[in-house]
């Protein structure tokens, strides 16, 4: 009697654990399914919102230059360089940010004319970029977004 008492309490405990477990697996899971949700519905920039970012930084960066502002110049190619990696973190899912590796050697030739303060060479190498930036834009059919040299700061409350 006394090992069926020790057996039924031994038994009782088995299935308390194992329905704690469960219901804690359970627990688990519908918090796994909460953040997940969370997760999805976190927002995450277009390519769209990437590339406007670009546009500003490619016009402040082309003043800076003009002007012989090589920090500032600085400052900006590696913001765009910085929004072409995030392009590549983020925007996985569009076929175009395939093609953003093709903008590396403009930049770096780019980035390589700022070190040097080389005014003649930053020329050049931003009309390399434009043109690569437009080669890209041809290559994903959005050629109707042709980006130019600017002519017109983008702000009027910023020294370059």
Partial sequence: MKNMIFFMLAMSMLLLAACSSSNGNLTMQAKIDSLQKQLNDTYKPG???FMSGIQVHHEKLF??????NWKLADFEI???MESLDDIAKYSTDRPESKLVPMLNTP???LNASIAKKDAAGFNKNFIL???TCNNC???VNY???KVKIPTTPPFSNQEF
């Avoid at 003043?63 to 012989?68: E, K, R, T, Y």
Wanted: proline share 0%; aromatic share 8%; net charge negative.
């Fill in 78 to 80: 590696h913001e765009i």
């Fill in 143 to 145: 050629d109707f977004n």
């Fill in 129 to 131: 970029l434009t043109n």
């Fill in 107 to 109: 930049l770096d030739s």
């Fill in 63 to 68: 003043f800076a230059g003009q002007h012989g």
């Fill in 137 to 139: 834009h041809h290559a």
């Fill in 47 to 49: 390519l769209g919102e």
